[in-house]
């Protein structure tokens, strides 16, 4: 019995020590805050649906600086550099192919934009965006894995002021 708790206790501090989610107090302000809006608008439609929308609303209401088209602050390498809660990613010609069962799927995505929600796993991330097949026109969660991204270009942005 003994033995038992004992190494239920290394499991489980184990895995207090790998945990790959950022605690909210450790993420930069301006991701933070970001994180906030989108929770502010989860399932609801942001302006006009659209998945740049949701981006530009939040980095405007936390008076962010960006180009105000695609480059949503500083570029980050995920190869290189932690992705945080509040990262914002753009798409162009991303096409993601991964199984489920015995059944393959694939997405792409030609042109888009999504906020990184959660991060699951290095490489791993929960989206939270907008005009998707899955939540329509209103702010919605799916998950990215970056080992199943076949094709296509994909930026990572830290917001900055």
Not at 30 to 55: F, H, K, P, T
Not at 74 to 93: A, H, L, M, S, T
Request: glycine share 8%; aromatic share 10%.
């Amino acid at each position: 019995m003994k033995k038992t708790v004992v190494v239920l206790l290394f499991i489980i501090a184990g895995l207090a020590v790998f945990n790959p989610v950022k605690a909210d107090n450790d993420l930069p302000e301006l991701n933070m805050q970001i994180v906030e809006y989108v929770e502010s608008v989860m399932g609801e439609q942001v302006d006009r649906g659209e998945c740049w929308d949701l981006a530009n609303q939040a980095l405007t209401r936390i008076d962010a600086r960006w180009d105000g088209k695609y480059k949503y602050g500083r570029e980050v390498n995920p190869k290189r550099r932690e992705i945080y809660p509040g990262d914002i990613i753009q798409f162009k010609d991303v096409k993601v192919r991964y199984r489920e069962g015995n059944t393959i799927y694939t997405e792409t995505m030609a042109h888009h934009t999504a906020i990184v929600y959660r991060v699951l796993d290095e490489g791993v991330y929960e989206l939270a965006h907008q005009n998707t097949g899955f939540s329509g026109r209103t702010v919605g969660v799916s998950k990215l894995d970056l080992d199943t991204v076949v094709s296509g270009r994909m930026w990572f942005y830290r917001p900055e002021r």
